[in-house]
C-alpha cells in the first residue's frame, strides 16, 4: 500500500507520524477541514 504515501498528500493530508499499531507498521495523516461559507456568515 505505499501507493497511498502519495495519494493523500494530494489531497491535503499531512504526514503526522509513524508506528506500529497491532503489529502493523501505520502512517498516520490528518487534514485541517474549512468552515463553510454558510457557517462564517452565521446564517
Do not use: A, C, I
Request: glycine residues 12%; proline residues 2%.
Amino acid at each position: 500500500m505505499t501507493e497511498n504515501l502519495d495519494y493523500y498528500p494530494r489531497k491535503g493530508y499531512v504526514e503526522t507520524h509513524r508506528g506500529e499499531q497491532d503489529g502493523y507498521r501505520r502512517v498516520f495523516f490528518s487534514k485541517t477541514l474549512g468552515v463553510r461559507s454558510e457557517e462564517r456568515s452565521g446564517s
